[in-house]
């Protein structure tokens, strides 16, 4: 594991006995009230036990209880502060925060000031922890702007400080392992990003933390649960990979640290962040699916490198079975039918290994030709990046177009789509907008294979929410 350097040295007690202080308990239970008082864009009005109450009254109330929790949670920083010397300015201002929404009469919180101090990219040493407090939402957690703190240890293995040092830098990124947290994220959950915080403009960030330990467990618990469903018979290495939480959680980092970047690397025809636009929802699982397969690419370079390490190579090979059953297994059956795009990705390379002829459903039984699995999936990767060249040149209709035969001549669209008769069926002269409109919910549904898996599989993801490692 990488050192950490002395002069932020923060393991000064036990990860449990940080857990237990009474100041990070006194803390988390005042967050939680607050998220008791607050509406969804984080701000309190009156609350709705004092609806007999003058409206006058009710709000001195609510407000005043409010008061209360945040004394609470600034006393609390103060105390706990100690143990976090390189976030001292971030804590500072978290605190003048707090004040200025006490003294603003809990309005919409803005807290600009102390997510613009807190730099967590600027400390990846394994094992530095940091408390982060904030009114949020969480993705995949909660919708609601609520003030959520939790407590996490970074993530940085020797073997990942030095890919990132190389080839495949990624300033951004910070892995991150939880050590408590508060309801917003007892949930799906797994990402810390900036643009989630409550505030009044939203500059340019430097980082974004995934949490690693997290989409380890909740991998080694649905990928075991799949493999006993299919009786796949499995590599050495993948019992390993599925035993082991700390090979598990490097893995992840190192499939995430090569997909994150690759949003932003690449021929692409259209902005890679794609939120800021209106775009048919597979489009989103293509783009996902682009960057998995990136990942996927160059771990299979990294592993043929006869000049690598043999531990570089041995994660490179992890990498790739991570990447096939997620994809394969959890992210098919994750979350409803309702535009799912992370499902279609996940069924499309399922399909296209099937249909390649690595990929087999015989006897009621699952078997891989992994020898051949490399290539296969790389193939899928070079046919998404041919899409996104060829796009460079198209019309954004194009392009829709153009991949939704990509995505149909791999998944069977359902048999009401307007998209599967083509373009004289669709409104190709109107507002983008009207295209997006046409597609059914459940664009390509699931498979009579998935359909038998999701009976047996649903009950394992669903007890994978708020999974902790």
């Given at each position: 594991?990488?050192?950490?350097?002395?002069?932020?040295?923060?393991i000064?007690v036990?990860?449990a006995?940080l857990?237990?202080?009474?100041?990070w308990?006194?803390l988390?239970a005042?967050?939680?009230a607050?998220?008791?008082?607050?509406?969804?864009n984080?701000?309190?009005?009156e609350?709705a036990?004092?609806a007999?109450?003058?409206k006058s009254?009710?709000?001195a109330?609510?407000?005043?209880?409010a008061?209360?929790?945040?004394?609470?949670i600034c006393?609390s920083?103060?105390?706990l502060?100690?143990?976090?010397p390189?976030?001292?300015?971030?804590l500072?201002?978290v605190?003048?925060?707090?004040g200025?929404?006490?003294?603003g009469?809990?309005?919409e919180?803005?807290f600009?000031?102390s997510?613009?101090e807190?730099?967590?990219?600027?400390?990846?040493a394994?094992?530095i922890r940091?408390?982060v407090?904030?009114p949020?939402?969480t993705?995949?957690?909660?919708?609601?702007r609520?003030v959520?703190a939790?407590?996490?240890?970074?993530?940085w293995?020797?073997?990942?400080?030095?890919?990132e040092?190389?080839d495949y830098s990624n300033?951004?990124l910070v892995?991150?392992?939880?050590?408590d947290?508060?309801?917003?994220y007892?949930?799906n959950?797994?990402?810390?990003?900036?643009?989630?915080?409550?505030?009044?403009?939203?500059?340019?960030?430097?980082w974004?933390?995934?949490?690693?330990d997290?989409?380890?467990?909740r991998?080694?618990?649905?990928?075991?649960a799949a493999i006993?469903i299919?009786?796949?018979?499995?590599?050495?290495?993948?019992?390993?990979?599925l035993?082991?939480?700390?090979?598990?959680?490097e893995a992840f980092?190192?499939?995430d640290?090569?997909?994150d970047?690759?949003h932003?690397s690449?021929?692409l025809?259209?902005d890679?962040f794609?939120?800021?636009?209106?775009?048919?929802?597979?489009?989103y699982?293509?783009?996902?699916l682009r960057?998995?397969l990136?990942?996927?690419?160059?771990?299979v370079k990294?592993?043929?490198?006869?000049e690598?390490?043999?531990?570089m190579r041995?994660?490179?090979r992890l990498?790739?079975?991570?990447v096939i059953?997620?994809r394969?297994?959890?992210?098919?059956?994750t979350?409803s039918?309702?535009?799912?795009?992370?499902?279609?990705a996940g069924q499309?390379?399922?399909a296209?290994?099937?249909q390649h002829?690595?990929?087999?459903?015989?006897?009621n039984?699952?078997?891989i030709d992994?020898?051949?699995?490399?290539?296969v999936?790389v193939?899928l990767?070079?046919?998404i990046?041919e899409?996104?060249w060829?796009s460079i040149d198209r019309?954004?209709i194009?392009?829709w177009l153009?991949?939704y035969e990509?995505?149909?001549?791999?998944?069977?669209?359902?048999p009401?789509?307007?998209w599967?008769?083509?373009?004289d069926a669709?409104?190709?002269?109107?507002?983008p907008?009207e295209?997006?409109?046409?597609?059914?919910?459940?664009?390509?549904?699931?498979?009579?294979?998935?359909?038998?898996?999701?009976?047996k599989?649903?009950p394992?993801i669903e007890?994978?929410?708020g999974?902790r490692?």
């Open positions: 594991m990488a050192s950490v350097d002395p002069t932020l040295t923060t000064d036990p990860s006995d857990v237990a202080e009474p100041a308990i006194a988390k005042a967050a939680t607050l998220q008791g008082l607050q509406i969804k984080g701000s309190i009005p609350a036990s004092d007999g109450k003058s009254a009710a709000l109330s609510a407000h005043t209880a008061a209360v929790h945040v004394a609470t006393s920083i103060e105390q502060a100690p143990h976090f390189h976030d001292a300015s971030y500072a201002a605190i003048a925060d707090f200025r929404w006490v003294d009469g809990f309005g919180p803005d600009l000031a997510i613009l807190f730099a967590p990219a600027a400390h990846r394994d094992g940091h408390l407090i904030f949020m939402y993705q995949n957690g909660s919708t609601n609520f959520e939790v407590l996490v240890e970074v993530l293995p020797e073997f990942i400080a030095e890919l040092a190389g300033k951004m892995p991150l392992r939880f050590l947290f508060t309801a917003g007892d949930t959950s797994a990402v810390l990003f900036p643009e989630s915080v409550a505030m009044s403009s939203v500059p340019s960030f430097t974004g933390a995934l949490f690693q997290r989409e380890a467990a991998f080694r618990k649905v990928t075991r006993e299919t009786g796949l018979a499995m590599p050495a290495e993948v019992e390993e990979l035993t082991d939480q700390t090979l598990a959680e980092i190192m499939w640290l090569i997909h970047r690759t932003m690449g021929d025809p259209f890679p794609m939120i800021k636009q209106r775009m048919p929802f597979f489009l699982g293509l783009e996902e960057c998995d990136t990942a996927f690419r160059e771990s990294i592993e043929r490198d006869g690598t390490s043999p531990e041995r994660h490179a990498v790739q079975y991570a059953f997620d394969i297994f959890r992210f098919s059956m979350g039918r309702v535009r799912n795009y992370d499902a279609v499309m390379l399922f296209w290994m099937h002829g690595v990929l087999h459903w015989t006897d039984k699952l078997s992994w020898a051949e699995v490399p290539d999936v193939s990767g070079d046919a990046d899409l996104y060829r019309p954004k194009s392009h153009a991949a990509l995505v149909a001549g791999t998944l069977t669209p359902h009401a789509s307007v599967a008769k083509g373009a669709l409104p190709v002269t109107g507002a907008g295209l997006t409109d046409q597609l059914l919910d459940d664009e390509f549904p699931l498979s009579m294979f998935y359909e038998a898996l999701e009976r599989i649903s394992v007890s994978t929410v999974i490692a």
